[in-house]
């Protein structure tokens, strides 16, 4: 297999990838309400219920975004920068700043998560703020940083800017410079 074989074939993953989407699954706990059945001579009685927490994969699918979403996206990533000024000598110092780093861009990274997922739907508040906690406190923050860079490879930006560079010469209508006169 040539070189542009090996492209083309993984342009078509890649494809494949924007069309159908990345799923992923986490757990998800509920809470539901068991009847408790009364026998015999108690079965007149008004049944009791007793809770009962059951976790379930929940499956979420994340596909290429629109620009409105992209745009959106963007604007949560920019909240992920950090200045890297700690002194690696002082461990402590190193390790109190790292719990409230991982704090602050762990709860980034869940909206981040959780607007890839509703697409569209991210200007609901309610729901927007529900899967950014559903995910905040399902998702580990390895999965968590692998979904966020799933979402940036699904959204197409490399190709997007690309594509740009390469149209931007063909305009047409260009001004020309007109050459300054020279003075002998």
Do not use: C, H
Request: proline share 4%; net charge positive; glycine share 2%.
């Amino acid at each position: 297999m040539d070189i542009s074989q090996k492209l083309q074939a993984e342009r078509q993953e890649y494809d494949l990838l924007l069309n159908q989407g990345v799923e992923f699954s986490i757990p998800v706990e509920y809470i539901k309400k068991e009847k408790i059945k009364r026998e015999g001579l108690f079965s007149f009685f008004p049944a009791t219920y007793k809770t009962v927490k059951t976790s379930k994969e929940k499956k979420f699918v994340i596909k290429q975004p629109v620009l409105k979403v992209l745009d959106r996206l963007s604007k949560e990533y920019l909240k992920l920068e950090y200045e890297n000024s700690l002194d690696n000598e002082n461990q402590l110092q190193l390790n109190k700043a790292a719990i409230t780093l991982v704090r602050e861009k762990a709860i980034v990274l869940a909206k981040i998560v959780a607007i890839a997922v509703l697409g569209m739907e991210y200007t609901n508040e309610k729901k927007l703020k529900y899967y950014t906690g559903l995910f905040y406190r399902s998702l580990t923050p390895s999965k968590l940083v692998e979904v966020a860079l799933l979402i940036n490879t699904i959204g197409n930006l490399v190709d997007f800017t690309n594509s740009i560079r390469l149209l931007a010469p063909l305009r047409t209508a260009i001004p020309t410079p007109i050459e300054e006169n020279k003075e002998a």
